[in-house]
């Protein structure tokens, strides 16, 4: 009896947080890669334009990456992390107390009849 209420603890809440801190954790990974690759491709054509004599602000109308933005978090990421926090919360907060009371009934703790 024990068993089965580690297993289904483990099952029912530990996995499903598993899995969501897994997945937001490669979408984050890929977000923070695809941002480091265009910001590193913004940073080449400005340092092009700067060797022709213009800049990337005279031909876009827009400022170049400052090493301000290379370091900071993108507001997708931002969100991103939120998300995944939000979501394992909501689920620990919903399904933890069940959980417990399954393993201490299998214990004979909080055993009533």
């Keep these: 009896m024990q068993a089965t209420g580690w297993f289904v603890f483990v099952w029912h809440t530990v996995m499903p947080c598993t899995v969501f801190i ?36 005279a031909v876009d109308g827009q400022s170049g990456p400052s090493s301000d ?27 933890l107390p069940s959980k417990i009371y399954v393993i201490l009934r299998s214990f004979k703790v909080c055993y009533y009849r």
């Design 22 to 57: 897994v997945a937001y954790w490669r979408i984050f990974s890929t977000v923070r890669r695809q941002r480091k690759v265009h910001q590193a491709v913004e940073l080449s054509r400005s340092r092009v334009a700067e060797n022709k004599g213009r800049t990337d602000a």
């Design 69 to 95: 933005n290379l370091t900071k978090i993108s507001r997708t990421e931002l969100n991103i992390l939120s998300t995944v926090v939000l979501m394992v919360l909501l689920q620990l907060i919903c399904w």
